[in-house]
């Protein structure tokens, strides 16, 4: 069964910095690309960063230059390091993972964590 904790949202100024931690179990962690989106009120959820399992990563043009993903295999953890943050990053965050089976992609997401920013 696969499972996603996060933790680290709250509330801080703009300006200030905030790390999201996502830890998984229930999958071989370090062959798998993870994700974090956010889903702020009345908009669609959206994809911030993505890292592969080589640790490439990618991002939203909102927060280049702004926010790092990182992982770190043997604590089966990715995290989202958020700094310079705006009113407009405020949004709940979920941490996302894909997994096949029989060539299906199958969504895992976790329970979400808020993070909001005032100006």
């Known amino acids: 069964q696969v499972q996603l904790v996060e933790s680290g949202g709250g509330l801080v100024q703009a300006g200030g910095s905030l790390r999201l931690s996502c830890t998984a179990s229930?999958?071989?962690?370090?062959?798998?690309?993870m994700n974090w989106y956010r889903q702020a009120s009345g908009k669609q959820r959206e994809l911030v960063a993505a890292?592969?399992?080589?640790?490439?990563?990618n991002y939203a043009d909102s927060v280049k230059g702004r926010f790092t993903i990182s992982r770190d295999n043997a604590k089966n953890t990715v995290y989202l390091q958020m700094n310079s943050l705006k009113p407009e990053d405020t949004a709940v965050y979920y941490c996302?993972?894909?997994?096949?089976?029989?060539?299906?992609?199958?969504?895992?997401w976790g329970q979400g964590t808020q993070v909001t920013v005032s100006s």
């Open positions: 229930g999958i071989i962690f370090s062959l798998h690309a």
């Open positions: 996302n993972v894909v997994t096949y089976r029989r060539e299906t992609p199958l969504n895992y």
């Open positions: 890292i592969t399992s080589g640790g490439s990563t």
